[in-house]
């Protein structure tokens, strides 16, 4: 793995205030996305460390800033950072006007990129989803919650190692990250379930609770009585998360062959926060759920290996 200055080099990022940019982003992915980062490190090439280093930051960033909250005052601040993210992409912030680092970052990222720029303004046009998000109806509403925020989240990193648009295979790599980002997001609402329940909504569509006669507000009283069917609902669940992270088995060859253990690798760790969910079943009412972390160091050495020997294995 090339050290964080050589790969900095590697992606033409020589201007020091640039650098730092890029810097300041690597720390916060590191804090709060530490096995995306690793994997990222550990098996891209060194020339989209930093932009897939940005592109997280950003996404992490527009989430921090409206996930919690009155929906209007959400809103707000979605409406207020979507200016300022569309000024910097545009080059129409003054020198004089100080630009926050992770935006340098970003602008320098489309600059350089320019197939990414559009999964940028997708996704800030998707966010209202989010920033009006209570829960959900129906499964329906769910799977609409996918396409407008969640896969043009996916898609701001992805768009970084797909197939060129005019090929026949740039649909297929869609709709494998479509299947991926399904997976990944449904389990990530199954482990927030504690953090959601007590803010008075959950991932888990209200329909899908009534099948099992459960409530937020059953879940939110925390009695052991709601255990057995939260239970239940939980590994029917997961059982939908992992058939969605199936159907994403086939996007690793869909890319370059430089790309694939990393793609291979995602995929492979979502597996493992399935599993991790299904182990903690009605637990997550009060706490979250992770693999542990030999297991998830054990599928990056895997994948390195592969890098190293220049081929990638199976799951």
Request: aromatic share 6%.
């Amino acid at each position: 793995m090339p050290t964080w200055p050589a790969a900095l080099t590697e992606a033409g990022i020589t201007e020091p205030t640039l650098r730092r940019a890029y810097d300041a982003q690597r720390t916060t992915v590191r804090r709060f996305a530490r096995s995306q980062y690793l994997a990222a490190r550990l098996l891209l090439p060194a020339n989209l460390h930093a932009p897939v280093v940005a592109m997280v930051a950003f996404m992490h960033e527009t989430d921090e800033r409206i996930d919690a909250g009155k929906v209007s005052v959400r809103e707000e601040a979605l409406n207020t950072w979507a200016r300022e993210v569309r000024a910097a992409l545009d080059f129409s912030t003054s020198p004089e006007t100080p630009v926050t680092a992770l935006l340098l970052a970003l602008a320098d990222t489309a600059r350089r990129h320019p197939s990414t720029a559009p999964h940028i303004h997708h996704f800030l046009h998707g966010a209202p989803a989010e920033a009006k998000w209570t829960g959900f109806d129906s499964e329906a509403d769910y799977q609409a919650y996918i396409d407008r925020y969640s896969l043009p989240a996916l898609m701001l990193t992805a768009s970084l190692i797909a197939p060129a648009t005019d090929t026949g295979q740039h649909e297929q790599f869609l709709q494998g990250c479509r299947s991926l980002i399904d997976g990944w997001q449904r389990t990530d609402f199954l482990t927030d379930l504690a953090e959601d329940v007590e803010q008075g909504h959950t991932g888990i569509a209200r329909k899908e609770l009534e099948k099992y006669g459960l409530t937020v507000k059953d879940l939110r009283s925390r009695s052991q009585t709601v255990a057995p069917a939260l239970g239940q609902l939980v590994r029917a669940q997961a059982d939908l998360a992992e058939e969605a992270l199936t159907a994403s088995h086939g996007l690793p060859e869909l890319v370059a062959l430089p790309y694939r253990p990393f793609l291979q690798a995602l995929i492979s760790v979502q597996h493992l926060e399935v599993q991790a969910v299904r182990r903690a079943g009605s637990a997550l009412l009060h706490s979250g759920a992770k693999p542990p972390k030999t297991a998830i160091l054990s599928v990056l050495a895997r994948q390195y290996y592969a890098v190293k020997n220049q081929q990638w294995p199976s799951r």
